[in-house]
């Protein structure tokens, strides 16, 4: 079955840091890892999607990148902004289906 | 509206009653998902429809549980005799296609609390 971990589960930064958030996922049979963002009482926004046979995804400030052998994804945020406060997931797609598995998420506070 | 629409926003149900939540998917998606957050168990799949095909029910976790999906747009997702374990947030997403490298679209939620 599988698992996907997100560590840490809460970080916080002034603003101008760079953010480096870890995913983790047990079976590395995926199709593609996706990356969200979720804000207080909304639902989740898709920010990035890697395919399985890429090694990284970019947009604007966000990175991400892809070992898939190892089980690993790492969303790195340039130059963090107060805005970009909320709750990061990463999700997996075992079956191609969009039928995801999560992880438990990172909380990100980014202090002015 | 352009989004993945839902409703109630909010719904506050009595141990034992029945709930509705809908969904109204984008225009033109042609498949729809139905997800669970709760605090102790995060996101959870529960289930998907794809087009015409069978749903994909694997993640329902009772029978209580019933999801349909009239004339492939909108969709209702229908839990019996609640409980309170059910208190969540349940989400609906959409998707072109249920296929890999889809973007999927997320609504804000039907947010039930059993009391």
């Known amino acids: 079955k599988q698992e996907v971990t997100q560590i840490p589960a809460a970080l916080s930064v002034p603003e101008g840091e760079n953010l480096v958030l870890n995913c983790s996922f047990t079976d590395s049979a995926i199709y593609n890892l996706q990356w969200f963002r979720q804000d207080p009482g909304k639902g989740l926004t898709s920010l990035l999607l890697i395919q399985s046979s890429q090694r990284e995804q970019t947009s604007g400030r966000l990175n991400a990148s892809l070992d898939k052998s190892s089980g690993r994804s790492t969303l790195y945020i340039a130059a963090s902004q107060p805005g970009d406060s909320a709750t990061y997931l990463c999700a997996v797609d075992k079956a191609a289906g969009n039928k995801l598995t999560f992880g438990g998420g990172t909380r990100v506070l980014v202090k002015p | 509206g352009a989004g993945v629409s839902q409703s109630p926003s909010n719904k506050v149900t009595e141990k034992g009653k029945d709930v509705e939540l809908r969904c109204d998917p984008i225009s033109g998606h042609t498949a729809l998902y139905w997800y669970r957050q709760s605090l102790g168990q995060g996101l959870e799949f529960l289930i998907y429809f794809q087009g015409n095909s069978a749903p994909d029910k694997s993640g329902l976790p009772s029978d209580r549980f019933s999801a349909e999906r009239t004339g492939g747009s909108v969709s209702t997702l229908t839990i019996q005799r609640t409980q309170q374990e059910d208190s969540a947030v349940y989400l609906c997403?959409?998707?072109?296609?249920?296929?890999?490298?889809?973007?999927?679209?997320f609504g804000e939620g039907s947010w039930l609390t059993v009391v």
């Open positions: 997403a959409s998707s072109l296609l249920a296929s890999s490298g889809n973007t999927i679209y």
